[in-house]
């Protein structure tokens, strides 16, 4: 298989389906399409180009298959390698799970576009009411999931939903944004932490920091 994916520093979209095909244990091999070049078009053409049917990445190649979603991409991986449980095998916990990971695929507009995902930023800023009301809507769907399944993870185990998660722990901890002062009292700030403690998102972080274009910026 091969994943079409944007710089691991900036590419949120790309590091979910990253995560998954990770803890699955499958093998893969990597296409970097360049982001942020000189137009968009340029990036479109590159993707293209490598094989991606809507210009854009991630994108998953297995044999003639192509897929273009980054969700799509996590349920194609979950009927791949069962026993990787990138879903639970409760019914429940895989329906709320894909609430979760859903909502996140369609959802929180203005944290991403006041927040953009950079690995290599450290600052701490002031949002605006619509991206607090988004983090304010994440505390309290980790929490709720928190609780309800009792951890570490919001079903539990690592699965999907942790994945589509995971890019909103690095915005958090890039722009100095803490849970606790948007409702949380403790779980949800323990978990994000967590989330960027994962073997699998270290050995991301480690390949997004050692690309030569975000070390020379």
């Keep these: 298989m091969e994943l079409l994916i944007g710089d691991k520093v900036w590419s949120s979209w790309s590091m979910r389906p ?8 499958l093998e893969f091999t990597e296409t970097l399409i360049r982001l942020r070049q000189a137009s968009s078009e340029i990036t479109a053409e590159a993707a293209a180009a490598a094989g991606s049917p809507s210009k854009l990445v991630p994108a998953l190649k297995d044999g003639d298959l192509v897929i273009w979603d980054s969700l799509a991409i996590c349920e194609y991986l979950d009927e791949l390698a069962p026993g990787a449980k990138l879903w639970p095998t409760d019914p429940a916990r895989r329906a709320l799970g894909r609430c979760a990971a859903s909502e996140m695929h369609s959802g929180f507009h203005s944290l991403r576009g006041e927040c953009a995902m950079d690995l290599s930023q450290r600052v701490t800023i002031d949002v605006s009411e619509a991206t607090a009301k988004d983090i304010r809507r ?27 998660y995971t890019p ?32 699998e998102y270290l050995e991301w972080e480690a390949g997004a920091l050692s690309d030569p274009r975000v070390a020379g910026s």
């Design 18 to 25: 990253w995560l998954a095909l990770k803890r699955a244990g």
């Design 138 to 164: 994440a505390v309290t769907l980790w929490t709720d999931l928190l609780d309800r399944f009792g951890g570490p993870f919001l079903l539990g185990e690592w699965s999907i939903a942790d994945a589509f």
């Design 168 to 199: 909103v722990a690095t915005r958090m901890r890039t722009y100095g944004l803490r849970p606790s002062d948007f409702g949380d009292a403790g779980p949800a700030g323990t978990y994000a932490t967590r989330l960027l403690q994962t073997p």
